[in-house]
């Protein structure tokens, strides 16, 4: 071996032999590993920043709030999961028939019901939200069956008078307009009215109480059980276009029964937070990023999607009589 060669090999030697002695009084510092994170709950890093979390109940009333598949979804239950994502909330999302989802929300076990319009008697027991959407009820009627003098009456009519003797199908826990309430069920004598002669029965109330009550409106206004039935116009359109082969005759009066009405959430009043959250606090503050949200364009999009006509000015909570956003 030459002498070169040689003394290449003591040279590596030698840097060996250094590098393991720096190495053993330093410390090799282990290489570095992932952070997982644990079964069954939130990483370390995750613990401080978890969401404050709350329970909100709803019922079925497409396109405002259903079912696709296993998820509830809605123009209504989007907009309302965007301000309180805003809020920094996890939402759960409960859907129930109304009756029951209404009276336990009422008891406080859940933080919110959504969505309805304002009476009298649910004031009592919800602090309730600025406007999330508006609902305007109509008339259907099969216009197949135009021959029949007492369909012609829906598709004309001018006052609720017209209503006196006709099979009319209702939701039994509607809020209609009062001037149709008083006629459906005015106190102490539901389905009547007094004239000269004593009590007449204005009309015949089918009253269905099951979730999504227009599907069989829908069916027996079709099979010519009923002459008509009131619902909201795009409750009415949604379940309409779900079957055009067999509603596809189905359409409503031209004329709206009363007003446009304006449709919220309502927050339990007994409600109270796992961290001592109060109802009138929380409503107070969804109602500040929900006003923001809307001046923002934020509703106009989810309103599109779901091809909802809003009656609100754009970006306002302003209902425009003439047509809106």
């Known amino acids: 071996m030459s002498t070169s060669r040689k003394l290449l090999g003591n040279l590596i030697m030698v840097l060996l032999v250094i590098g393991l002695f720096l190495t053993a009084c330093q410390g090799a510092e282990p290489p570095a590993t ?6 069954g709950g939130l990483g370390e890093n995750e613990v401080a920043h978890a969401k404050p979390s709350i329970t909100i ?3 079925d009333f497409p396109p405002f709030k259903f079912l696709e598949g296993e998820e509830i979804i809605g123009l209504d239950t989007e907009i309302i999961l965007a301000v309180f994502d805003r809020m920094g909330y996890e939402v759960t999302v409960e859907m129930l028939p109304f ?7 009422r008891n406080g076990r859940y933080a919110a ?5 304002y009476n009298d008697d649910r004031g009592k027991d919800y602090l309730f939200t600025n406007p999330i959407s508006a609902v ?8 197949s069956r135009l021959n029949d003098p007492k369909v012609q009456k ?12 006709l099979e009319v199908g209702v939701s039994t826990n509607y809020n209609y307009e009062p001037e149709f309430m008083k006629l459906w069920r005015p106190a102490g004598q539901p389905q009547w009215k007094p004239n000269e002669e004593g009590f007449v029965r204005i009309f015949n109330a089918q009253e269905i109480t099951d979730m999504s009550p227009e599907k069989q409106h829908l069916l027996k206004l079709a099979h010519g059980r009923i002459h008509t039935f009131i619902s909201e116009i795009s409750v009415g359109n949604y379940f309409r276009e779900q079957d055009l082969e067999k509603f596809g005759n189905i359409t409503h009066a031209k004329k709206p029964v009363g007003e446009i009405r304006t449709f919220h959430m309502g927050f339990s009043k007994k409600w109270r937070g796992p ?15 929900l006003t923001k949200f809307i001046q923002e364009g934020g509703r106009l999009p989810i309103y599109k ?13 302003v209902i425009n009589v003439t047509g809106g956003s």
């Open 34 to 39: 992932p952070m997982t994170e644990p079964e």
């Open 275 to 289: 961290n001592g959250e109060e109802p009138l606090a929380l409503r107070d503050h969804f109602n500040f990023e």
């Open 154 to 165: 829906v598709r004309d009519w001018k006052t609720l008078d017209f209503l006196e003797g």
């Open 136 to 143: 305007q009820n109509v008339f259907f009627y099969d216009k």
């Open 305 to 317: 999607k779901y091809g909802f006509i809003s009656p609100f000015i754009p970006k306002t909570n």
């Open 57 to 59: 109940v709803t019922a």
């Open 99 to 105: 009756k029951r989802a209404d009276l336990e929300t």
């Open 113 to 117: 019901y959504y969505t309805f319009t």
